[in-house]
Nanobody
Framework: QLRFVESGGGLVQPGGSLRLSCTVS????????IGWFRQAPGKEREGVSC????????WYPDSVRGRFTISRDNAKNTVYLQMDNLKPEDTAVYYC???????????????????WGQGTQVIVSS
């Protein structure tokens, strides 16, 4: 059973940067996709960055493309989310999750997933 522990959130000013970490406990195959998701109050959970564990393929929605970068360290079973030029609308609780699917499907269909952890809160405010 995979478990996910997110860390690295906090309060940051607009234009600032944060790096989130997701440590995965359990065994993943090269077919697994790991994704970062966020949920703001009153909003549905949305995928913001996804990466294939095996080949490193990535997917980003237009809302974060060019600002967010996902990367992985398979030796550490850890996935990172580098967030630059943060905006107030990025404020949310951020979660990571893994599943066997495509990177696009993983990020585009978060409501179909299960096994979410506690998440880490990101607040972008002056």
């Amino acid at each position: 059973q995979l478990r996910f522990v997110e860390s690295g959130g906090g309060l940051v000013q607009p234009g600032g940067s944060l790096r989130l970490s997701c440590t995965v406990s359990g065994i993943m195959s090269d077919r697994h996709v790991i994704g970062w998701f966020r949920q703001a109050p009153g909003k549905e959970r949305e995928g913001v960055s996804c990466i294939n564990k095996g080949d490193g393929r990535t997917w980003y929605p237009d809302s974060v493309r060019g600002r967010f970068t996902i990367s992985r360290d398979n030796a550490k079973n850890t996935v990172y989310l580098q967030m630059d030029n943060l905006k107030p609308e990025d404020t949310a609780v951020y979660y990571c999750l893994a599943d066997i699917t495509t990177v696009a499907s993983m990020c585009m269909l978060p409501t179909m997933r299960s096994g979410w952890g506690q998440g880490t809160q990101v607040i972008v405010s002056s």
